[in-house]
């Protein structure tokens, strides 16, 4: 048994006010969705499903979140390909690029979304190259901003990880690939996930970057929302909030699964 | 169906675009200019031709208005003309056009406010003459003049600039523009942020009625500041939440949503505004620089957006008054009083767009410093 320090009540007390400053956003758009009256206003005016139903029977809402969740979907799996590959180059690397190349990851998520998109939407219609207001001219956009995410988190993982496994199992015949795949990537596995995670929200609810990028007859979620509250202000928009936090909830609990699955099987 | 212009026009423009190309190619000309010669040829007199399967790239506006647009007018357009739309709803367009200048337009036809596209005509060549484009509308030759007052593009509704008030909190009702600074509306009044169209009209409205004329901009500022403090709202969506809520008894807004509040059962009326009669707009444009069979595309849909079938539909649904004179107002509008004669068509006013946009960064930073007090 660990012997812990005893928390402070006014550590705890600052804890949990922030803690109910970050839902508290969440509980208020779930009301919101839930309100009975003709706008979108908080407290609401009674409650009922009536909004949920709209959202439901809602042929643009629908189509929004079933194409912003194929977005998300796929930016995150190419991000976190791309990005895994990448911090186990920058965290190996001794080569001096690797500490401006980190930099240059980074900076999409320093640049403002709108610019990102502006400046890719300006790159893509000059060098007439069939990608403006196109899926893939999209994908790139969001990959470029979820990407930094996965380097940060499994960037982070690979920080202390001890080499001396990986060469042990070389040395016992295993092959590079199955050194990888047996010990480093199970090892890192946690920084994955999270790195998956944090793309897909980041993804899932892009809406700077999209702004520029968007595909004709095509809308994210996040575009749907703004239009609608733009013209109607009704409680659609906060309705089709509910669902996106819980595909948002059901994404991290299934990938918290997933790699407490891999661990178990590990052990 | 073909028209008559389309098969005398292939004749002639399959010899001269032959010509033309072989030619060009002996000159090292760019292909794209005898496809903008071309275009200029492009020729809609009315009906329906087969478009071939050709793409027509469209910006409007989303969510239930596109909803609305697609059921009643393009669902139906794309099978009688063999097309397919695209339809963009992602605003604004200015910068869409700009970044890929006049000869790469995103869109044949982009629906519009005014302050926006009068400073998107003035970036670049970048629209059909507007003389051009009536040529090629048959139905408008039933329009009221205002649609074309602008020289830039078809005006096909619209609605008009007022002040909402809570009938049960204002008492008298609201009589004249300048009513809105009265003492007992401080703190209860709304307009909205600088970037919003209805703010940027309610300004201008405020320099003339103030001021000299519209261009007295000090006039203006003096005004905004006068009716400080006052609740400014993003969207006349939250403007509607507002009121309703009655947190605002008083705000700019246009009779189409006052209308739709007063439908709803909300105790809202309108104040339209006489002194000056502005109008919010939907304009549209079609690009300058396009292939022949999207050019009459466009021209086709553009005349059916004034047909008075659909006019009808977009007075119903949207509460938008017509622009083409025959249209009879349906009866959400008629019991508000509106009407579609010469009479209440006459004395609209557009502001001079150029100057506000010549001036807009000066007014948004002073308004803005104004509203943040």
Redesign the interface.
Same mark, same amino acid.
């Given at each position: 048994m660990r012997d812990e320090a005893p928390v402070s009540p006014v550590f705890k007390a600052v804890a949990m006010l922030t803690l109910v400053l970050l839902l508290l956003p969440v509980v208020i758009v779930v009301l919101a969705g839930l309100n009975a009256g003709e706008y979108l206003t908080f407290p609401p005016k009674g409650l009922s499903l009536r909004w949920v139903t709209a959202f439901l029977g809602s042929a643009t809402f629908m189509s929004a979140y079933i194409y912003s969740f194929v977005l998300a979907l796929v930016s995150t799996l190419i991000s976190t390909v791309l990005g895994t590959l990448a911090s186990l180059y920058l965290s190996r690397s001794r080569s001096g690029a690797a500490a401006a190349l980190r930099g240059f990851f980074m900076l999409p998520v320093v640049l403002p979304g709108v610019v990102l998109g502006l400046a890719l939407y300006i790159f893509y219609v000059t060098t007439d190259i069939g990608l403006a207001r196109t899926f893939a001219g999209l994908l790139i956009g969001h990959v470029l901003v979820t990407c930094p995410f996965v380097i940060a988190t499994v960037t982070a993982s690979m920080v202390g990880f001890d080499l001396s496994l990986e060469e042990a199992a070389r040395s016992l015949g295993a092959s590079p690939w199955t050194a990888f795949r047996k010990i480093t990537l199970r090892l890192i596995a946690p920084g994955i996930s999270a790195g998956a995670i944090f793309a897909f929200i980041v993804s899932f609810g892009q809406f700077e970057t999209t702004l520029f990028l968007t595909v004709p007859n095509h809308e994210p979620l996040p575009m749907a929302m703004y239009i609608s509250l733009r013209y109607k202000f009704e409680p659609t928009a906060a309705a089709a909030g509910i669902f996106a936090i819980a595909l948002v909830a059901l994404s991290t609990v299934v990938s918290s699964r997933l790699v407490s699955l891999r661990r178990v099987f590990r052990a | 169906m073909t028209s008559s212009s389309e098969r005398r026009g292939a004749t002639r423009r399959g010899f001269l675009k032959g010509t033309a190309g072989l030619a060009a190619m002996g000159a090292g000309v760019n292909l794209f200019n005898i496809n903008h010669a071309w275009s200029a040829d492009a020729v809609y007199e009315g009906g329906v031709f087969d478009a071939g399967g050709a793409t027509l790239?469209i910006a409007e506006?989303?969510?239930?208005? *596109?909803?609305i647009v697609r059921k009643e007018m393009l669902d139906a357009f794309e099978k009688d003309f063999n097309c397919k739309i695209?339809? *963009?709803?992602?605003f604004p367009w200015f910068?869409?056009f700009v970044?890929?200048g006049p000869e790469?337009p995103?869109f044949a036809i982009a629906n519009w406010n005014y302050g926006e596209m009068f400073k998107t005509a003035a970036a670049g060549d970048f629209f059909t003459p507007l003389d051009e484009v009536i040529e090629n509308l048959p139905n408008a030759k039933n329009i009221w003049p205002f649609a074309t007052a602008t020289g830039v593009g078809v005006t096909w509704s619209y609605t008009r600039y007022c002040y909402a008030y809570r009938t049960d909190l204002v008492d008298p009702p609201i009589k004249t523009f300048k009513d809105f600074w009265e003492e007992k509306f401080a703190g209860k009044r709304g307009t909205y942020v600088t970037s919003n169209g209805l703010q940027m009209d309610f300004f201008i409205a405020a320099c003339a009625l103030f001021g000299k004329d519209q261009y007295d901009l000090a006039a203006g500022y003096e005004a905004m500041k006068q009716a400080m403090p006052m609740k400014i709202s993003d969207?006349?969506?939250?403007m509607?939440?507002l009121l309703?809520?009655g947190e605002v008894i008083v705000a700019v807004q246009h009779d189409a949503e006052v209308y739709q509040m007063m439908d709803?059962g909300?105790k809202v009326a309108p104040y339209l505004w006489e002194e000056k009669k502005p109008i919010l707009t939907q304009t549209k444009t079609i690009s300058k620089y396009l292939e022949p069979v999207q050019k009459k595309l466009a021209y086709a849909l553009l005349n059916l957006t004034l047909d008075p079938k659909l006019q009808s539909v977009m007075c119903e649904k949207f509460y938008q008054r017509p622009v083409n004179k025959d249209v009879v107002v349906t009866p959400n509008l008629a019991s508000k009083g509106v009407t579609n004669t010469a009479d209440s068509t006459a004395g609209y006013w557009t502001p001079d767009w150029k100057s506000y946009n010549e001036n807009e960064a000066d007014i948004v930073e002073t308004v803005n410093g104004i509203f943040a007090g």
């Amino acid at each position: 048994m660990r012997d812990e320090a005893p928390v402070s009540p006014v550590f705890k007390a600052v804890a949990m006010l922030t803690l109910v400053l970050l839902l508290l956003p969440v509980v208020i758009v779930v009301l919101a969705g839930l309100n009975a009256g003709e706008y979108l206003t908080f407290p609401p005016k009674g409650l009922s499903l009536r909004w949920v139903t709209a959202f439901l029977g809602s042929a643009t809402f629908m189509s929004a979140y079933i194409y912003s969740f194929v977005l998300a979907l796929v930016s995150t799996l190419i991000s976190t390909v791309l990005g895994t590959l990448a911090s186990l180059y920058l965290s190996r690397s001794r080569s001096g690029a690797a500490a401006a190349l980190r930099g240059f990851f980074m900076l999409p998520v320093v640049l403002p979304g709108v610019v990102l998109g502006l400046a890719l939407y300006i790159f893509y219609v000059t060098t007439d190259i069939g990608l403006a207001r196109t899926f893939a001219g999209l994908l790139i956009g969001h990959v470029l901003v979820t990407c930094p995410f996965v380097i940060a988190t499994v960037t982070a993982s690979m920080v202390g990880f001890d080499l001396s496994l990986e060469e042990a199992a070389r040395s016992l015949g295993a092959s590079p690939w199955t050194a990888f795949r047996k010990i480093t990537l199970r090892l890192i596995a946690p920084g994955i996930s999270a790195g998956a995670i944090f793309a897909f929200i980041v993804s899932f609810g892009q809406f700077e970057t999209t702004l520029f990028l968007t595909v004709p007859n095509h809308e994210p979620l996040p575009m749907a929302m703004y239009i609608s509250l733009r013209y109607k202000f009704e409680p659609t928009a906060a309705a089709a909030g509910i669902f996106a936090i819980a595909l948002v909830a059901l994404s991290t609990v299934v990938s918290s699964r997933l790699v407490s699955l891999r661990r178990v099987f590990r052990a | 169906m073909t028209s008559s212009s389309e098969r005398r026009g292939a004749t002639r423009r399959g010899f001269l675009k032959g010509t033309a190309g072989l030619a060009a190619m002996g000159a090292g000309v760019n292909l794209f200019n005898i496809n903008h010669a071309w275009s200029a040829d492009a020729v809609y007199e009315g009906g329906v031709f087969d478009a071939g399967g050709a793409t027509l790239n469209i910006a409007e506006w989303g969510g239930f208005w *596109e909803e609305i647009v697609r059921k009643e007018m393009l669902d139906a357009f794309e099978k009688d003309f063999n097309c397919k739309i695209v339809y *963009e709803s992602s605003f604004p367009w200015f910068p869409k056009f700009v970044a890929g200048g006049p000869e790469k337009p995103p869109f044949a036809i982009a629906n519009w406010n005014y302050g926006e596209m009068f400073k998107t005509a003035a970036a670049g060549d970048f629209f059909t003459p507007l003389d051009e484009v009536i040529e090629n509308l048959p139905n408008a030759k039933n329009i009221w003049p205002f649609a074309t007052a602008t020289g830039v593009g078809v005006t096909w509704s619209y609605t008009r600039y007022c002040y909402a008030y809570r009938t049960d909190l204002v008492d008298p009702p609201i009589k004249t523009f300048k009513d809105f600074w009265e003492e007992k509306f401080a703190g209860k009044r709304g307009t909205y942020v600088t970037s919003n169209g209805l703010q940027m009209d309610f300004f201008i409205a405020a320099c003339a009625l103030f001021g000299k004329d519209q261009y007295d901009l000090a006039a203006g500022y003096e005004a905004m500041k006068q009716a400080m403090p006052m609740k400014i709202s993003d969207f006349t969506g939250n403007m509607q939440t507002l009121l309703e809520r009655g947190e605002v008894i008083v705000a700019v807004q246009h009779d189409a949503e006052v209308y739709q509040m007063m439908d709803k059962g909300i105790k809202v009326a309108p104040y339209l505004w006489e002194e000056k009669k502005p109008i919010l707009t939907q304009t549209k444009t079609i690009s300058k620089y396009l292939e022949p069979v999207q050019k009459k595309l466009a021209y086709a849909l553009l005349n059916l957006t004034l047909d008075p079938k659909l006019q009808s539909v977009m007075c119903e649904k949207f509460y938008q008054r017509p622009v083409n004179k025959d249209v009879v107002v349906t009866p959400n509008l008629a019991s508000k009083g509106v009407t579609n004669t010469a009479d209440s068509t006459a004395g609209y006013w557009t502001p001079d767009w150029k100057s506000y946009n010549e001036n807009e960064a000066d007014i948004v930073e002073t308004v803005n410093g104004i509203f943040a007090g």
